[in-house]
Protein backbone atom coordinates (compact mmCIF):
# COMPACT_ATOMS: atom_id res chain seq x y z
CA UNK A 1 0.00 0.00 0.00
CA UNK A 2 1.57 2.97 -1.01
CA UNK A 3 2.09 6.29 1.36
CA UNK A 4 1.46 9.57 0.27
CA UNK A 5 2.72 12.96 0.82
CA UNK A 6 1.18 15.20 3.33
CA UNK A 7 -0.91 17.67 0.64
CA UNK A 8 0.96 21.16 1.22
CA UNK A 9 -1.61 23.52 3.01
CA UNK A 10 -0.54 27.22 3.37
CA UNK A 11 -2.84 27.97 5.97
CA UNK A 12 -3.01 24.75 7.57
CA UNK A 13 -0.77 24.15 10.38
CA UNK A 14 0.92 20.97 10.13
CA UNK A 15 0.19 18.47 13.03
CA UNK A 16 2.94 17.47 15.39
CA UNK A 17 4.12 14.46 14.23
CA UNK A 18 7.42 14.18 16.57
CA UNK A 19 9.82 13.41 13.85
CA UNK A 20 7.96 10.23 12.44
CA UNK A 21 8.11 9.52 9.06
CA UNK A 22 4.89 8.51 6.94
CA UNK A 23 6.23 5.09 6.91
CA UNK A 24 6.10 5.06 11.00
CA UNK A 25 2.41 7.18 11.18
CA UNK A 26 1.08 4.65 9.25
CA UNK A 27 2.36 1.04 10.77
CA UNK A 28 0.97 2.93 14.54
CA UNK A 29 -2.06 2.98 12.75
CA UNK A 30 -1.97 -0.71 11.31
CA UNK A 31 -1.10 -1.73 15.07
CA UNK A 32 -4.28 -0.43 16.43
CA UNK A 33 -6.56 -1.68 13.91
CA UNK A 34 -4.73 -5.05 14.16
CA UNK A 35 -5.35 -4.68 18.35
CA UNK A 36 -9.23 -3.89 18.24
CA UNK A 37 -9.78 -6.57 15.24
CA UNK A 38 -7.86 -9.43 16.85
CA UNK A 39 -9.08 -8.69 20.33
CA UNK A 40 -12.79 -8.43 18.61
CA UNK A 41 -11.98 -12.34 17.32
CA UNK A 42 -10.85 -12.86 20.74
CA UNK A 43 -14.34 -12.40 22.84
CA UNK A 44 -16.01 -13.79 19.03
CA UNK A 45 -14.41 -17.22 19.72
CA UNK A 46 -15.13 -17.44 23.50
CA UNK A 47 -19.09 -16.74 22.65
CA UNK A 48 -18.63 -19.43 19.89
CA UNK A 49 -17.18 -21.57 22.56
CA UNK A 50 -14.15 -22.29 20.99
CA UNK A 51 -11.78 -20.88 23.77
CA UNK A 52 -12.28 -20.57 27.77
CA UNK A 53 -10.85 -16.57 27.67
CA UNK A 54 -10.54 -13.47 26.29
CA UNK A 55 -9.43 -10.01 27.25
CA UNK A 56 -10.15 -6.83 26.43
CA UNK A 57 -7.86 -3.08 25.55
CA UNK A 58 -10.58 -1.42 23.70
CA UNK A 59 -9.41 1.98 24.17
CA UNK A 60 -5.79 1.31 24.83
CA UNK A 61 -4.92 1.19 21.05
CA UNK A 62 -3.17 4.67 21.26
CA UNK A 63 -1.18 4.08 24.46
CA UNK A 64 0.25 0.96 23.31
CA UNK A 65 0.82 1.61 19.68
CA UNK A 66 2.37 4.73 20.50
CA UNK A 67 5.13 3.22 23.34
CA UNK A 68 5.20 0.18 21.04
CA UNK A 69 6.98 2.88 18.24
CA UNK A 70 9.41 4.01 21.21
CA UNK A 71 10.47 0.71 22.34
CA UNK A 72 13.65 -0.19 20.84
CA UNK A 73 13.30 -4.29 19.20
CA UNK A 74 16.48 -5.96 20.00
CA UNK A 75 17.59 -3.19 22.28
CA UNK A 76 14.87 -2.56 24.94
CA UNK A 77 13.04 -5.16 27.57
CA UNK A 78 9.46 -4.88 28.04
CA UNK A 79 7.40 -5.91 31.04
CA UNK A 80 4.41 -5.78 30.01
CA UNK A 81 0.86 -6.73 31.89
CA UNK A 82 -2.37 -8.48 30.79
CA UNK A 83 -3.71 -5.74 29.21
CA UNK A 84 -1.20 -5.20 26.58
CA UNK A 85 -2.07 -6.97 23.27
CA UNK A 86 -1.34 -3.81 21.03
CA UNK A 87 2.47 -3.39 22.75
CA UNK A 88 3.43 -7.12 22.06
CA UNK A 89 1.31 -6.85 18.47
CA UNK A 90 3.51 -3.51 18.20
CA UNK A 91 6.58 -5.26 19.11
CA UNK A 92 6.66 -7.88 16.64
CA UNK A 93 4.35 -10.75 18.10
CA UNK A 94 2.49 -11.79 15.80
CA UNK A 95 -1.85 -12.32 15.24
CA UNK A 96 -0.70 -16.41 14.90
CA UNK A 97 1.23 -16.31 18.37
CA UNK A 98 -1.39 -14.62 20.00
CA UNK A 99 -4.39 -16.81 18.71
CA UNK A 100 -2.01 -20.28 19.69
CA UNK A 101 -2.34 -18.79 22.88
CA UNK A 102 -6.11 -18.17 22.53
CA UNK A 103 -6.53 -21.79 21.62
CA UNK A 104 -4.08 -22.91 23.92
CA UNK A 105 -2.48 -25.37 21.32
CA UNK A 106 0.56 -27.16 21.99
CA UNK A 107 2.78 -24.71 19.22
CA UNK A 108 1.80 -22.00 21.94
CA UNK A 109 4.95 -20.39 23.18
CA UNK A 110 3.85 -22.34 26.51
CA UNK A 111 2.95 -25.40 24.95
CA UNK A 112 -0.56 -23.75 25.84
CA UNK A 113 -0.01 -23.34 29.87
CA UNK A 114 0.12 -20.19 30.07
CA UNK A 115 -3.14 -17.74 30.97
CA UNK A 116 -4.35 -16.44 27.52
CA UNK A 117 -2.69 -12.88 26.63
CA UNK A 118 0.26 -13.46 29.12
CA UNK A 119 3.12 -13.54 26.09
CA UNK A 120 6.47 -13.87 26.08
CA UNK A 121 9.19 -13.99 23.61
CA UNK A 122 13.24 -13.69 23.78
CA UNK A 123 13.24 -13.14 20.21
CA UNK A 124 11.64 -9.81 20.72
CA UNK A 125 12.65 -8.71 24.46
CA UNK A 126 9.63 -9.58 25.67
CA UNK A 127 9.32 -10.79 29.56
CA UNK A 128 6.68 -13.50 30.60
CA UNK A 129 4.49 -12.28 33.54
CA UNK A 130 1.73 -13.17 36.19
CA UNK A 131 -1.66 -12.22 36.13
CA UNK A 132 -0.81 -10.88 39.85
CA UNK A 133 -1.55 -7.34 39.96
CA UNK A 134 1.86 -5.25 40.21
CA UNK A 135 4.08 -8.32 40.35
CA UNK A 136 5.42 -7.85 37.09
CA UNK A 137 7.05 -4.39 38.41
CA UNK A 138 10.13 -5.81 40.67
CA UNK A 139 10.56 -7.98 38.01
CA UNK A 140 11.13 -5.00 35.03
CA UNK A 141 13.06 -3.38 37.88
CA UNK A 142 15.48 -6.11 38.75
CA UNK A 143 16.16 -6.29 35.11
CA UNK A 144 17.10 -2.43 34.64
CA UNK A 145 19.68 -3.48 37.85
CA UNK A 146 20.72 -6.33 35.59
CA UNK A 147 21.34 -4.11 32.67
CA UNK A 148 23.09 -1.42 34.96
CA UNK A 149 24.68 -3.95 37.31
CA UNK A 150 26.64 -5.56 33.46
CA UNK A 151 27.18 -1.65 32.36
CA UNK A 152 25.23 -2.96 29.91
CA UNK A 153 24.66 0.84 28.62
CA UNK A 154 21.99 2.26 25.97
CA UNK A 155 19.67 -0.38 26.80
CA UNK A 156 16.31 0.05 29.12
CA UNK A 157 13.31 -1.44 30.50
CA UNK A 158 9.88 -0.25 29.65
CA UNK A 159 7.01 -1.93 32.12
CA UNK A 160 3.19 -0.90 32.02
CA UNK A 161 0.50 -1.61 34.69
CA UNK A 162 -2.86 -0.55 35.02
CA UNK A 163 -4.02 2.57 37.70
CA UNK A 164 -5.19 -0.38 40.47
CA UNK A 165 -1.83 -1.77 40.65
CA UNK A 166 -0.54 1.53 42.05
CA UNK A 167 -2.44 0.43 45.28
CA UNK A 168 -0.10 -2.26 45.20
CA UNK A 169 3.18 -2.45 47.56
CA UNK A 170 5.06 -3.82 45.03
CA UNK A 171 4.61 -0.70 42.72
CA UNK A 172 5.66 1.90 45.67
CA UNK A 173 8.64 -0.11 46.20
CA UNK A 174 9.26 -0.54 42.75
CA UNK A 175 9.52 2.85 42.04
CA UNK A 176 11.36 3.88 45.36
CA UNK A 177 14.28 1.05 44.18
CA UNK A 178 14.48 2.44 41.22
CA UNK A 179 14.86 6.01 41.89
CA UNK A 180 17.30 5.24 44.56
CA UNK A 181 19.44 3.18 41.88
CA UNK A 182 18.52 5.71 38.79
CA UNK A 183 17.73 2.79 36.82
CA UNK A 184 16.74 2.89 33.65
CA UNK A 185 13.16 2.02 33.76
CA UNK A 186 9.97 4.11 32.35
CA UNK A 187 6.98 2.90 34.70
CA UNK A 188 4.33 3.50 32.21
CA UNK A 189 0.40 3.83 33.65
CA UNK A 190 -2.66 2.96 31.71
CA UNK A 191 -4.89 4.80 33.34
CA UNK A 192 -8.31 3.70 32.29
CA UNK A 193 -10.11 4.68 35.41
CA UNK A 194 -11.40 1.23 36.27
CA UNK A 195 -9.88 -1.70 38.29
CA UNK A 196 -12.44 -4.16 37.22
CA UNK A 197 -15.32 -2.87 39.28
CA UNK A 198 -13.59 -0.45 41.29
CA UNK A 199 -13.55 3.25 40.19
CA UNK A 200 -10.68 5.38 40.52
CA UNK A 201 -12.45 7.27 43.53
CA UNK A 202 -12.62 4.32 45.46
CA UNK A 203 -9.07 3.17 44.41
CA UNK A 204 -6.94 6.66 45.61
CA UNK A 205 -7.54 10.54 46.91
CA UNK A 206 -6.14 11.58 43.82
CA UNK A 207 -6.68 11.03 39.94
CA UNK A 208 -3.36 12.14 39.05
CA UNK A 209 -1.04 9.36 39.15
CA UNK A 210 2.27 11.21 37.53
CA UNK A 211 2.46 13.23 40.68
CA UNK A 212 3.30 10.39 43.19
CA UNK A 213 6.66 10.65 41.07
CA UNK A 214 7.65 13.57 42.64
CA UNK A 215 7.55 11.70 45.85
CA UNK A 216 10.08 9.20 45.12
CA UNK A 217 12.40 11.95 43.13
CA UNK A 218 11.47 11.20 39.19
CA UNK A 219 10.17 12.70 36.55
CA UNK A 220 6.21 12.53 36.12
CA UNK A 221 4.83 13.14 32.74
CA UNK A 222 1.10 12.96 31.69
CA UNK A 223 -0.34 12.72 28.94
CA UNK A 224 -3.70 12.07 26.59
CA UNK A 225 -3.59 8.32 26.46
CA UNK A 226 -6.28 8.62 23.39
CA UNK A 227 -3.78 10.25 21.28
CA UNK A 228 -1.25 8.15 19.89
CA UNK A 229 1.30 10.59 18.91
CA UNK A 230 1.66 12.46 22.30
CA UNK A 231 1.47 8.93 24.32
CA UNK A 232 4.75 7.96 21.20
CA UNK A 233 6.82 11.06 22.42
CA UNK A 234 6.53 10.91 26.23
CA UNK A 235 7.53 7.15 26.45
CA UNK A 236 10.43 7.86 23.66
CA UNK A 237 11.70 10.57 25.58
CA UNK A 238 11.60 9.02 28.80
CA UNK A 239 13.50 5.89 27.19
CA UNK A 240 15.70 8.00 25.74
CA UNK A 241 16.76 9.43 29.20
CA UNK A 242 16.81 5.82 30.79
CA UNK A 243 18.99 4.95 27.92
CA UNK A 244 21.34 7.42 27.92
CA UNK A 245 21.91 7.19 32.23
CA UNK A 246 19.00 9.41 33.45
CA UNK A 247 17.19 7.16 35.18
CA UNK A 248 13.59 6.02 35.97
CA UNK A 249 10.20 8.06 35.18
CA UNK A 250 6.37 7.57 35.59
CA UNK A 251 4.23 8.48 32.60
CA UNK A 252 0.78 8.26 32.88
CA UNK A 253 -1.48 7.83 29.78
CA UNK A 254 -5.03 9.01 30.75
CA UNK A 255 -7.31 5.95 28.62
CA UNK A 256 -10.43 4.60 29.33
CA UNK A 257 -11.61 0.51 28.92
CA UNK A 258 -14.45 0.59 26.22
CA UNK A 259 -15.53 -3.12 26.83
CA UNK A 260 -16.04 -5.24 30.16
CA UNK A 261 -12.67 -6.14 31.72
CA UNK A 262 -12.76 -10.02 30.64
CA UNK A 263 -15.27 -12.51 28.58
CA UNK A 264 -16.01 -13.28 32.00
CA UNK A 265 -17.02 -10.28 32.90
CA UNK A 266 -20.31 -7.92 32.96
CA UNK A 267 -19.72 -4.37 33.07
CA UNK A 268 -23.71 -3.47 33.31
CA UNK A 269 -23.30 -4.63 36.79
CA UNK A 270 -20.72 -1.48 38.15
CA UNK A 271 -21.10 1.24 35.36
CA UNK A 272 -23.71 2.67 32.93
CA UNK A 273 -24.01 2.33 29.42
CA UNK A 274 -24.14 6.28 29.07
CA UNK A 275 -20.83 6.44 30.65
CA UNK A 276 -19.35 4.01 28.12
CA UNK A 277 -20.83 5.45 25.18
CA UNK A 278 -19.58 8.91 26.20
CA UNK A 279 -16.31 8.19 26.32
CA UNK A 280 -16.77 6.27 22.97
CA UNK A 281 -16.63 9.97 21.46
CA UNK A 282 -13.32 9.66 22.39
CA UNK A 283 -12.22 6.35 20.56
CA UNK A 284 -8.61 6.76 20.05
CA UNK A 285 -8.95 4.33 16.75
CA UNK A 286 -10.80 6.62 14.17
CA UNK A 287 -9.44 9.76 15.93
CA UNK A 288 -5.80 9.00 14.26
CA UNK A 289 -7.49 7.91 11.38
CA UNK A 290 -8.89 11.14 10.76
CA UNK A 291 -5.77 12.63 11.30
CA UNK A 292 -4.04 10.72 8.65
CA UNK A 293 -6.70 11.61 6.81
CA UNK A 294 -6.57 15.06 6.99
CA UNK A 295 -2.96 15.49 6.17
CA UNK A 296 -3.47 12.94 3.35
CA UNK A 297 -0.62 10.56 4.90
CA UNK A 298 -3.65 8.01 3.80
CA UNK A 299 -6.59 8.57 1.34
CA UNK A 300 -9.86 6.84 2.11
CA UNK A 301 -9.53 3.74 -0.30
CA UNK A 302 -5.41 3.31 1.66
CA UNK A 303 -7.70 3.11 4.79
CA UNK A 304 -9.91 0.40 3.37
CA UNK A 305 -7.46 -1.79 1.89
CA UNK A 306 -5.39 -1.57 5.09
CA UNK A 307 -8.30 -3.19 7.05
CA UNK A 308 -8.81 -5.47 4.51
CA UNK A 309 -5.74 -6.47 5.02
CA UNK A 310 -6.11 -6.84 8.84
CA UNK A 311 -8.90 -8.86 9.00
CA UNK A 312 -7.35 -11.63 6.25
CA UNK A 313 -4.39 -11.93 8.28
CA UNK A 314 -6.45 -12.56 11.34
CA UNK A 315 -8.98 -15.13 9.41
CA UNK A 316 -5.94 -16.72 7.86
CA UNK A 317 -4.26 -16.97 11.26
CA UNK A 318 -7.32 -17.78 13.00
CA UNK A 319 -7.46 -21.21 10.97
CA UNK A 320 -4.30 -21.87 11.32
CA UNK A 321 -4.48 -21.81 14.94
CA UNK A 322 -7.35 -23.47 15.35
CA UNK A 323 -6.06 -26.45 13.02
CA UNK A 324 -3.18 -27.26 15.25
CA UNK A 325 -3.19 -30.09 18.01
CA UNK A 326 -3.94 -29.62 21.75
CA UNK A 327 -0.72 -30.22 23.62
CA UNK A 328 -0.06 -34.26 24.60
CA UNK A 329 -0.93 -35.20 28.30
CA UNK A 330 2.78 -36.83 27.64
CA UNK A 331 4.16 -33.31 27.55
CA UNK A 332 2.51 -31.86 30.32
CA UNK A 333 5.67 -31.51 32.43
CA UNK A 334 8.21 -30.45 29.83
CA UNK A 335 10.05 -27.49 30.34
CA UNK A 336 8.13 -27.40 34.24
CA UNK A 337 11.01 -29.57 36.02
CA UNK A 338 14.33 -30.78 35.93
CA UNK A 339 14.52 -33.54 33.61
CA UNK A 340 10.81 -34.04 32.92
CA UNK A 341 10.74 -34.85 36.46
CA UNK A 342 7.45 -35.19 38.59
CA UNK A 343 7.59 -33.99 41.56
CA UNK A 344 5.59 -36.20 44.13
CA UNK A 345 7.82 -39.39 42.22
CA UNK A 346 11.02 -38.31 43.97
C1 LIG B 1 -2.74 -9.15 43.63
C2 LIG B 1 -4.01 -9.29 42.85
N1 LIG B 1 -5.17 -8.85 43.39
C3 LIG B 1 -6.32 -8.94 42.68
C4 LIG B 1 -6.31 -9.49 41.42
C5 LIG B 1 -7.61 -9.58 40.62
N2 LIG B 1 -7.56 -8.58 39.54
C6 LIG B 1 -7.29 -8.94 38.26
S1 LIG B 1 -7.30 -7.64 37.22
C7 LIG B 1 -7.69 -6.57 38.46
C8 LIG B 1 -7.87 -5.10 38.19
C9 LIG B 1 -6.61 -4.37 37.95
O1 LIG B 1 -6.91 -3.06 37.55
P1 LIG B 1 -5.85 -2.11 36.93
O2 LIG B 1 -4.54 -2.27 37.61
O3 LIG B 1 -6.44 -0.74 36.90
O4 LIG B 1 -5.65 -2.66 35.45
P2 LIG B 1 -6.75 -2.77 34.30
O5 LIG B 1 -7.26 -4.18 34.38
O6 LIG B 1 -7.82 -1.76 34.55
O7 LIG B 1 -6.04 -2.51 33.02
C10 LIG B 1 -7.82 -7.24 39.68
C11 LIG B 1 -8.18 -6.59 40.95
C12 LIG B 1 -5.09 -9.96 40.90
N3 LIG B 1 -4.99 -10.49 39.68
N4 LIG B 1 -3.95 -9.83 41.64
MG1 LIG C 1 -7.54 0.15 35.35
Redesign the pocket.
Known amino acids: MATKQRAASKTRVPFERYGLTDGQLVAIFRTMLLQRMLENRGFQLNRQGKIPFA ?1 A ?1 EG ?1 EAVQAGAAMAFERGKDILVP ?3 DLGLALGIGVTPYEVLLSLFARAADHSAGRQFPHHYASRRLGLHTIS ?5 QLPHAVGAAYALKQSGDGGRAVLTT ?6 S ?1 GEWHESLNFAAVHRLPVVFLC ?7 S ?1 PLDK ?1 MGQPDIYKRAEGYGIPGIVVDGMDALTCYSAVRDALARARSGGGPSLVEAKCY ?1 FLA ?1 TTDDDDRAYRSREEVANRRKDDPVPRFEQLLLEYSILEGQDVEALKRGVLEEINEATDRAEAMPYPSPSHLYDGVCADRGEPWLG
Do not use: K, P
Not at 131 to 135: G, K
Not at 161 to 166: E, K, L, S
Not at 190 to 196: G, L, R, S, V
Open positions: SSHYYRSVIAAFGDGATEENNEWAITQRH
